[in-house]
């Protein structure tokens, strides 16, 4: 089967602009996460949509983030407006259940200057 | 909240040396997993762990599920270069999909 899929691998923008990350799932898995990984720290969680629906979103920053799930399949994470603390790798998993371990994306790797 | 230390968070060894690192917690965890991450790659599950006590191995790596649910090690042996990455250890809290990660430990392998 294919693999999580995200755009882009990278995305170097200015302070202020605003930024679309997309992810597309395993087909078949209603479960969807988006994660970040701060240079250096550890991968923290931002939010969980269980189909179109936002499960858990306790790890979102603050309302410059926004994410969607229409319809229940591929998500898209926007920042607006970016600042510089936003700068990382943005992870985006998903998996058919809750017990066993998800399947990651590649990644987004942002950088805001 | 909850968090996960783990250590060491690098670790620069020879070939064919055997590899240990761990994770500890204040809290419980029902569920400890670890992953491997390579350079411009996103994690990849290792090993899962479901129970307490419990001892899993995968090839050469082996790790093991606290008996106090709040610490898990994950050892390499005869390590080779391609083991060369980022490990994450991951927990979850409760029977939610939102995983705790550990810091990372990056390891280097000198042929």
């Known amino acids: 089967e294919a693999g999580v899929t995200q755009f882009p691998s990278h995305s170097v923008i200015e302070k202020g602009q605003t930024v679309t990350l997309r992810c597309d799932p395993i087909s078949g898995h209603d479960n969807l996460y988006w994660y970040r990984r701060v240079m250096g720290k550890e991968i923290k969680f931002l939010l969980h949509f269980v189909k179109e629906s936002k499960q858990d979103e306790s790890g979102m920053p603050n309302n410059r983030f926004l994410a969607e799930r229409t319809g229940g399949t591929y998500s898209t994470l926007k920042v607006q407006p970016a600042e510089l603390e936003d700068s990382g790798v943005y992870f985006c998993?998903?998996?058919?259940?809750?017990?066993?371990?998800?399947?990651f994306g590649s990644g987004t790797r942002l950088t805001v200057v | 909240g909850q968090q996960l230390n783990q250590s060491p968070q690098s670790m620069f060894i020879q070939e064919g040396e055997d590899v240990s690192m761990n994770c500890t917690s204040s809290?419980?965890?029902?569920?400890w997993l670890w992953y491997k991450q390579d350079p411009g790659e996103g994690p990849v599950l290792l090993i899962a762990?479901?129970?307490?006590?419990e001892l899993t191995s995968n090839g050469r790596l082996t790790a093991q599920f606290g008996i106090t649910r709040k610490d898990s090690f994950l050892n390499i042996s005869a390590s080779i270069p391609s083991d060369v990455g980022i490990y994450f250890c991951a927990g979850f809290y409760n029977q939610g999909g939102k995983l705790i990660f550990g810091q990372g430990t990056e390891l280097s392998v000198k042929p």
């Open positions: 809290s419980i965890f029902n569920t």
């Open positions: 998993a998903s998996s058919r259940d809750l017990r066993g371990g998800y399947t």
């Open positions: 762990l479901y129970k307490a006590g």
